[in-house]
């Protein structure tokens, strides 16, 4: 396929150059009426672009010419049989993908550590959620991959799961072993849906682990604002296989994307893809190598660690992304959250999070050796001036998985009321409530408040992390079913 081509970049400037005179929405007809302070910052051209379905500009929603070709050549890159461009983020990739593998009371296996977008996916979707849990990498305190047992021992106990949801990779880098699990799946008849939107660039470089499409997955969504140079909120959604109900899943996109899709993140969606699959290799391994370095200089550094392939073959994690850097500095004494803190203020760098006890740094092919001098500049200074602290005590322990009391859509329309916080355990939250990021929920819509849960939540928060999904910021009162 025409790799060099871009058709929705190729369909917004020719229409940006014919310059018709304009009477459709957007109002600000290109960039004449755009604020001034805004234009003048960011340029004109970018508002010529901000356009609508015109004559020239196809339809995402019913693509039949530039979208159509841009989708086709995402998924001719992807290894995919079809490809879905999102405007929404992986966000509504995730709610399309369950609303279209499950039914309203329909079974569907979910990972314990995913994204709070797929448990609301399940409040939209009505579809019976069991979960199973990652293992935990005791070291770092993070949870790590899907097992293979894990997930037959559930199929077992569940065989009327429809399909299984799992994000690989994580946030903090770690894969499970997809095709074993699609193997799984499919042996059940069960779709193998994937979020992938921590991964869109492991397709471009053997040195990095395979992604969900190529190892069997029947779904996967994948943020190229991410890690592969889109801009923010423009992700894809991956098919492959003959499992997914295709129709089914583009009246599901209809339903979770706005009827005016922004021509800007398209294109940008279109030229990434471009420049991926004219430079993808060149691009990733820049990124990997980059981050190698990094990992090697981070680790001669007293008291700081940073995550490797050593993890591997450990706590079900089948490969690692070694472009991921998961730093710790608990032996100097330093929670995550601090370290980010310190080098935000001090230092002039901006990681993506923070936990209890790491920070994670994403990266990507748009690094530079200067950005990696940086962090490990800043990193050794910081050693120096903590050196001799005390090392943080025992990991935060993560409280258990709460226990199920009603779904989640039912606990989401039913009665509530407000109570203090201290009397919640034993209560059924109304709530999702996520330390954020990475946004994975520490308790979900329908689960029973334990006083592990009430207690970490707290923990979180004394210790600098922010938290999604609070009805009372102050964490005095809480909202639990009446
Ligand atoms: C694992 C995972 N899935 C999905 C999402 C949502 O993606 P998006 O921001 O593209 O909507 C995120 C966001 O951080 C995420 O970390």
Same mark, same amino acid.
């Given at each position: 396929m025409k790799q060099n081509r871009a058709p929705v970049f190729e369909a917004v400037t020719r229409y940006a150059d014919l310059r018709p005179a304009y009477f459709c929405v957007?109002?600000?007809?290109y960039e004449n009426g755009v604020n001034t302070p805004f234009r003048a910052f960011a340029g004109d051209n970018i508002f010529k672009i901000d356009?609508?379905?015109t004559m020239l500009t196809d339809?995402?929603?019913?693509?039949?010419s530039a979208i159509k070709e841009a989708q086709e050549l995402a998924a001719d890159l992807w290894g995919a049989d079809r490809t879905f461009f999102l405007v929404n983020g992986s966000t509504c990739g995730n709610e399309a993908m369950i609303l279209s593998a499950v039914r309203p009371g329909e079974k569907i296996m979910i990972a314990g550590?995913?994204?709070k977008s797929v448990y609301n996916a399940l409040i939209l979707s009505g579809a019976d959620p069991v979960y199973i849990m990652p293992e935990t990498v005791r070291d770092w305190n993070i949870p790590g991959g899907i097992s293979q047992a894990e997930a037959e021992r559930m199929f077992r106990q569940?065989?009327?799961?429809?399909a299984l949801l799992v994000t690989s990779p994580d946030y903090y880098g770690l894969i499970s072993d997809i095709r074993s699990l699609s193997e799984i799946c499919h042996r059940h008849n069960a779709l193998l849906l994937v979020d992938e939107a921590h991964g869109?660039?492991?397709?471009?470089?053997?040195k990095l682990p395979e992604g969900a499409i190529e190892c069997g997955a029947d779904m996967c969504v994948q943020s190229?604002?991410?890690?592969?140079?889109?801009?923010?909120?423009s992700s894809l959604l991956h098919v492959k296989g003959s499992l997914a109900d295709i129709e089914l899943l583009k009246r599901n996109l209809q339903i979770v994307?706005? *009827? @005016?899709?922004?021509y800007i993140l398209m294109s940008s969606l279109d030229t990434a893809r471009r420049d991926l699959a004219l430079h993808g290799r060149d691009m990733i391994e820049n990124a990997l190598e980059l981050a190698c370095s990094a990992r090697n200089r981070i680790n001669a550094i007293t008291g700081m660690l940073c995550a490797g392939r050593?993890?591997?073959?450990? *706590? @079900?994690?089948?490969?690692?992304?070694?472009?991921r850097l998961v730093i710790s500095a608990a032996q100097l004494g330093l929670t995550g959250f601090r370290l980010k803190a310190l080098l935000f203020d001090q230092y002039n760098i901006e990681v993506e999070m923070a936990d209890s006890r790491n920070i994670v740094a994403i990266v990507t092919y748009a690094n530079t050796r200067k950005d990696i001098d940086e962090l490990t500049a800043a990193l050794n200074d910081i050693s120096q001036q903590y050196c001799g602290g005390k090392p943080l005590a025992e990991n935060t322990v993560l409280p258990a998985q709460a226990v199920r009391a009603m779904s989640p859509r039912d606990a989401f329309f039913a009665k509530k009321k407000v109570i203090p916080w201290e009397e919640a355990e034993g209560c059924i939250s109304a709530e999702m409530i996520?330390?954020?990021?990475?946004?994975?929920?520490?308790i979900r819509p329908g689960e029973i408040f334990t006083h592990e849960i009430l207690h970490y939540l707290k923990q979180i928060r004394s210790s600098g992390g922010y938290i999604h999904g609070l009805s009372d910021e102050t964490m005095e009162t809480i909202t639990v079913i009446d």
């Open positions: 957007p109002g600000h007809r356009l609508t379905e339809d995402l929603h019913c693509p039949v550590n995913c994204h569940y065989p009327d799961c429809r869109p660039h492991c397709y471009f470089s053997e190229l604002h991410k890690t592969a140079g889109a801009l923010t909120q994307q706005s *009827s @005016s899709p922004s050593e993890l591997e073959g450990t *706590s @079900s994690i089948f490969r690692i992304d070694e472009t996520a330390p954020y990021p990475p946004g994975i929920p520490v």
